[in-house]
Every structure is written in C-alpha cells, then in structure tokens.
C-alpha cells in the first residue's frame, strides 16, 4: 500500500521559514514526478512545485525564488524548503506523486495519482 506523509507544518511569523517533509512508502517514486500542493480555506487546490527525476524543477510564480522543492531518493523523502512567508502562504500544503516518469502536465493535480493527508502551514503577521 503506497502512502505519503507529510510532516514540518506548523504556526509561523511572516518572513520566517519551514521545511516541509513527505516520505514515501509502499513503493520507488524515484523515477516519477513529485510536487507540492495547497489548499487554503474557500479556494481550489493550487500547484506550488514539482520535481522530476532529471527534468528542471517547476514553481508556482507565487513562490518562485522564495521556495525550493528538493527530493533524497535514498530516503524516500520529498522536501519543501519556504522561506521569506507570507501569510497567503497559509494553508494546507500536500505531497503528491505520479506514476509518470515523463510527460504530463506537472503543474496539473490531475498528473499525480498519490496524495498524502496534508499538514497545516499557517503563517501570522
């Protein structure tokens, strides 16, 4: 049984930092998409970033240069680091993975097939 779980949300000043943490079990993912999603209150579900095996990581133009997606294949773990938040940041944030190894519109939610269960990042002014 495949699982993603996320971890490193929490409460947090605006300009300060997180680093936000997926594992994944129940199979290799090493080879396929990932990404970051979020969904905050009353709004849809929104690509933040995403990462392939050997094509240019991808970014939200919300979060470009202040974001940085990042992947320990040995590990199994996918990594969010945020910094310089901004309390629109605030939301729940999801790990997703694809079954794909190319192709795909990786900004797309409907690329993914996996999802964890999300972890709160809140962000106070």
């Known amino acids: 049984q495949v699982q993603l779980v996320e971890s490193g949300g929490g409460l947090v000043q605006a300009g300060g930092s997180l680093r936000l943490s997926c594992v994944a079990s129940?199979?290799?993912?090493?080879?396929?998409?990932m990404a970051w999603f979020r969904q905050a209150p009353g709004k849809e579900r929104e690509f933040v970033a995403a990462?392939?095996?050997?094509?240019?990581?991808r970014y939200a133009d919300s979060v470009q240069g202040r974001f940085t997606i990042s992947r320990d294949n040995a590990k199994s773990t996918l990594y969010l680091q945020m910094n310089s938040l901004k309390t629109e940041d605030s939301a729940v944030y999801y790990c997703?993975?694809?079954?794909?190894?190319?192709?795909?519109?990786?900004?797309?939610?409907?690329?993914?097939?996996?999802w964890g269960q999300g972890t709160q990042v809140t962000v106070s002014s």
């Open positions: 129940g199979r290799t993912f090493s080879s396929n998409a």
């Open positions: 990462i392939w095996r050997t094509y240019p990581t």
């Open positions: 997703a993975a694809s079954l794909l190894t190319s192709g795909g519109l990786i900004t797309s939610s409907r690329t993914y097939d996996y």
